[in-house]
């Protein structure tokens, strides 16, 4: 079908775009990605054994397949509010090991164009922890860097 | 030969060594390009280095020898007195050669013979580090003016050894002589004046003269080609091993899992299948654990590695104090865990120290004792349960409780009304309080400020035990005790706020019904008078933080020296349990000492009493 472009307004350059995927979800309402390359799975809430002596951004442990996780509060982290509950575990894969965050709810793939990605305009509050955000069809998206929050934990 | 002893050290030689080999092989060959690269020669010199000294301390001769030859020639190239040359290198790599096969022998069980010929001509090339130049000119010319051209460039005893080695009608004495007084220190060029020298060429050139009869009847001395596939040591990464066992770990608990249900299947319904999968169900559960015994086999190594250190230990301590000590040592054969046994040198050797230094007395004094003037000091390892025992023992003059509790009064560890009240026992392990031991006191050789805590530390970090027994004028056993795998332990069962908690088994003494335990309060906290003996009693569930617990039972155990309870709401018997880790991103927890997945998949932490216990005196200083 040939595209028709309205006049004034640039043909979408279609070859050398690049795009990115990422796991849209939603903590208090926020939209939050999260690249698909860090995911290895997603479970239910099920069973979160907490782990005492542990700081509270440490939800606890569960068993992935015979595998002890542990479970990190995003909000936590991020210093979000607490008023929905989680249902979801977005388990991550880490250069320090496997890691399961709470999600509220999994919005879905995202795919953004790289020339989409903005700076995150925000300082203070968790802005470290937040690379980049960009536009996209569910909203206003913020990109987690995933790494550096794994980071900062081990690094205590 | 290597006798049965030795087998384990030179298996590892064998391994070590090839991997010098394979190092140096390497480096030669880039050196080859890169002659003048410090790092490669100063890398190859320390192989070089490291191969004769394992071989010295198996006592193979030969390969001393020749990995001596090569290395001083390496050093000559590392300092530049030498450079190196295809020939030089050539000679190395047959040392390299020879080396392997002669470890290849010694492992077939047969005997080697010095390579003179080979070492002569490493050493030659050694020599010729500063001769080289000045004297090739000459005997050039000498090998010219006798029509023996075609031997120029070679060391003068490998011409020596061939003109000698010609039939006697085509043999030029004239020749012969004339290179022999190069050698000998004759007139030409000026030859080594060193003594040394003289006398190792000399003893070079008797042995030309001896050995050739032999040449010529057994020509180029056959060599056993290196044969790559004959391995029997494997290095494998730890990381391999431990992923080995962790799966073993999930194959035992399905295991359990799978004969719960089969339990059950058996009580609803009786079938020929049923009894024909019982015989399945259990050759399978004997199959899954021996698989998991030689799992952790893998991680086993005999005790010996550690205790062979220790002779040397003793002896020069023993010369250093004057003191004449003989060290036992005893179930060598024992094997434990590779991770336990490496950490348990330095807490040994501290061991060890204390019992030569303080323990053992001086001869002197021993014979005036009626005692031998030898003290005996006696290492030991052996089995008892799932546990491993390792025990220092010493014939000297014990330990003086009087004195333990004179210190530690003054270093205000306790109090004078306390002390009146202390058993035996606790005076005793008083000396692994962190502030007992200082460096101020003992001498040089058990002082460096490292105390019996450190020792207390390092054991209780591998869910050990420790004990103590001493006799004063007899002498002092302390006695350690390990799992023998870290990965699964017996714990028991806990129910502490509707939680489930395991406890390691090893560090239960008793357990009381609460109702039968008597429970009474000192300055504000909980104790348990039992017997005797006032314990500390701590509410598990509020030093875990989830709400205080009943006192259904209370749990008795030995915590690194001390005696603690604990109370829980519940028991509900022992099991075994794979040990996993929390994972880096949680980390060292302080009181959590891992956790485990049941039957039914659900995640129980692992408590560390002795963690808790530390978290609950912080900053509280001991009874």
């Known amino acids: 079908m040939a595209e028709i472009v309205p006049v004034g307004e640039q043909r979408p350059e279609k070859v050398t775009t690049q795009v990115e995927e990422f796991l849209g979800i939603s903590l208090e309402k926020e939209l939050i990605g999260i690249s698909l390359k860090k995911i290895l799975t997603i479970s239910k809430v099920v069973d979160i054994v907490d782990v005492p002596y542990t700081p509270p951004y440490i939800v606890g442990v569960i068993n992935l397949r015979g595998e002890i996780i542990p479970v990190l509060s995003l909000k936590q982290i991020l210093g979000l509010p607490e008023n929905t509950e989680p249902t979801r575990i977005v388990v991550l894969d880490s250069q320090h090991g496997k890691a399961g965050t709470l999600v509220d709810t999994i919005v879905g793939v995202v795919r953004v164009p790289i020339e989409k990605f903005d700076p995150n305009p925000m300082v203070g509050r968790y802005s470290e922890y937040v690379s980049h955000v960009a536009q996209t069809e569910y909203g206003l998206m913020e990109i987690l860097d995933v790494d550096r929050i794994i980071n900062s934990i081990v690094q205590g | 030969m290597i006798s049965d002893e030795m087998r384990e050290i030179f298996n590892e030689f064998v391994v070590e060594a090839e991997e010098n080999l394979q190092k140096i092989e390497e480096n030669l060959l880039e050196l080859e390009k890169d002659p003048k690269n410090e790092e490669l020669l100063n890398a190859t010199f320390r192989a070089m280095h490291t191969l004769k000294g394992g071989a010295g301390f198996l006592g193979l001769q030969p390969i001393v020898e020749v990995a001596h030859a090569a290395e001083d020639v390496l050093g000559k190239l590392r300092s530049g007195e030498l450079s190196l040359t295809p020939e030089i290198n050539d000679a190395i790599l047959r040392a390299v050669d020879f080396i392997r096969s002669a470890i290849q022998r010694y492992d077939a069980g047969e005997e080697v013979e010095v390579p003179e010929e080979l070492v002569r001509e490493l050493r030659d090339i050694e020599r010729g580090a500063v001769e080289e130049k000045k004297e090739e000119e000459s005997i050039d010319q000498i090998l010219e003016r006798y029509g023996f051209g075609h031997l120029k460039g070679k060391p003068v005893e490998e011409i020596l050894e061939e003109l000698i080695l010609l039939p006697p009608e085509e043999r030029p004495k004239e020749l012969i002589e004339e290179l022999d007084r190069i050698l000998t220190g004759g007139k030409p060029p000026p030859p080594p004046s060193e003594e040394k020298e003289r006398k190792a060429e000399e003893k070079m050139l008797e042995i030309a003269e001896e050995t050739k009869e032999e040449q010529k009847e057994e020509k180029p001395p056959k060599e056993v080609q290196p044969k790559t596939e004959g391995e029997k040591v494997l290095r494998i990464d730890v990381k391999k091993i431990e992923d080995l066992m962790n799966l073993v770990g999930e194959l035992v608990l399905e295991r359990n899992r799978l004969l719960r249900v089969f339990q059950k299947v058996q009580e609803e319904y009786t079938s020929k299948t049923i009894d024909e999968l019982e015989t399945v169900m259990s050759s399978l559960d004997r199959i899954v654990g021996d698989l998991q015994l ?283 349990v794979v040990v996993k880790p929390l994972g880096k991103i949680i980390g060292e927890v302080q009181g959590i000492s891992g956790a485990t997945i049941t039957g039914d998949g659900k995640v129980v932490l692992i408590l560390d009493l002795d963690g808790i216990l530390k978290r609950e005196m912080r900053g509280i200083t001991l009874v």
């Open chain 2, 294 to 576: 030689a799992v952790m086999k893998t991680r086993m190594q005999p005790v010996k590695r550690l205790f062979q250190k220790f002779p040397r230990v003793v002896r020069d301590l023993a010369r250093m104090l004057g003191k004449e000590v003989e060290l036992v040592l005893e179930g060598e054969e024992a094997e434990m865990d590779k991770t336990v046994l490496e950490k348990l040198e330095e807490p040994l050797i501290h061991l060890i120290r204390n019992a030569v230094d303080h323990g053992i007395e001086p001869p002197e004094e021993r014979e005036r004792l009626g005692k031998p003037r030898k003290g005996i000091v006696k290492l030991s390892a052996y089995y008892h349960g799932d546990r491993i025992f390792l025990e220092v023992q010493d014939d000297g003059r014990g330990i003086d409780l009087d004195k333990v509790k004179e210190k530690a009064l003054e270093r205000g560890l306790i109090t004078p009304d306390r002390a009146e009240k202390m058993t035996e026992k606790d005076i005793l392990f008083l000396i692994f309080h962190p502030g007992f031991s200082t460096a101020e006191e003992v001498s040089q050789v058990s002082g460096r400020g490292v105390g019996m805590d450190v020792v207390m530390n390092a054991v209780t970090s591998f869910r050990g035990t420790i004990d103590i027994e001493t006799e004063r004028g007899r002498g002092t056993r302390i006695i350690l005790s390990f799992p023998l795998t870290v990965g699964i332990i017996r714990s028991l069962l806990v129910a502490v706020n509707g939680r489930y908690f395991a406890i390691p088994i090893y560090s239960v003494l008793e357990i009381i019904q609460g109702e039968d335990a008597q429970i009474t309060t000192v300055s504000g906290k909980e104790v348990l008078i039992l017997r005797d003996l006032t314990i500390p009693l701590i509410n598990l569930g509020e030093a875990l933080g989830i709400g205080s617990t009943g006192i259904g039972y209370v749990i008795v155990s030995q915590v690194g020296s001390q005696k603690v309870a604990f109370t829980v709401d519940d028991l509900f018997g022992d099991e075994e």
